[in-house]
């Protein structure tokens, strides 16, 4: 039986309230939709098939360079964080995965094991933080990690990924993300051939201790925390290190890793057409790596992506299964809430992505009718799908409306009182 944080009675009082106008809603929409050929089951069944992982690090109060707010009832540790995110599965039918950070998350895989399965929860891709130094660790990161210069150093940075993927495979997890933080602050500071050559030769290693079904994910990132130069900076890069690896290795793509008005879909669209496209760390950002909620910003961006993901599954791309999670950090809300809304974005990105008319389409692009095109794609964008969304999470056993839920239930001042108030402080991007 499963565990649940938030009594079932709670959630289906608030559904309640809400069930008769939404009944409607779903079948207006489904009205709708049948008049362009659109069977709303149809596109339902598929919604209710996609999920996004969680991010362990996204239930705790991000930070900025400047300084971190905390919260009240933050997580205290791995325990308390599966806690938060099974809320999150809960109520949106979304998020069955986490996908932990180690050394961060380190705790006894059984244990862990055991925890999240309680929840109904399983584990995602492992992260591996070769970005800052761990209390014991014999060698620094400060100047990078595989690609640094001492060779003590590179081998610390590539037994910690080994160690990451036995924690993993110890967990059911089946894939590896490595993102380093490497990189330089001064031209001439870091010799550009040899630090790649050095990474490179590091993920070999590491590529060499992944089991039969894993994948390994690279994922590159313009700038920060190094300034001038970062040694996987783009997908360029990214695609390189995928390929000289091997047919286990595949790009990530972070939203927010690119400088503003980056053409991210069309990355996406030839990251798919050569075998390479990983998944994606989802977020969303105004003007560099600002970690905002998913769809906050630019959601027409966030549908373009799911279009390419729609149209190759479309076309039948062979082996095509992207790893889709979340990555953000929340320094004005509570983190529930914005990872209950993210995770719905996303779905809703998706739903609409699966509204294009794609025959049509092909044809405007054929015949050059670019407006039409263009039109095409933005009648999907139009349709509110939310009766969609919120029928899916209410077959599933969760909310109609879940932000609305989670407020009713209570939870956060229920752990806030069984959670100490952890300290703020300088410095807590996480
Ligand atoms: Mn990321």
Redesign the pocket.
Known sequence: MMELRIAADIVEAENQKHGEAHDADYAALGEHLSRRNIDIDVVAKKVSEFFVAVPSWGVGTGGTRFARFPGKGEPRGIFDKLDDCAVINQLTSATPNVSLHIPWDKEDPKALKAHASALGLGFDAMNSNTFSDAPDQPHSYKYGSLSHADAATRRQAVDHNIECIEIGTALGSKALTV?VGDGSNFPGQSNFTKSFERYLSGMAEIYKALPDDWRIFS?H?MYEPAFYSTVVQDWGTNYLIANTLGEKAFC?V?L??HAPNTNIEMIVARLIQFGKLGGF?F?DSKYGDDDLDAGSIDPYRLFLVFNELVDADHRGVKGFHPAHMI?QSHNVTDPIESLISSANEIRRAYAQALLVDRMALDGFQQDNDALMASDTLKRAYRTDVEPILAEVRRRAGGAIDPVATYRASGYRAKVAAERPESKGGSGGII
């Open positions: 993102w994922e990132k990530l972070d927010g890793h760390h977020n990555d």
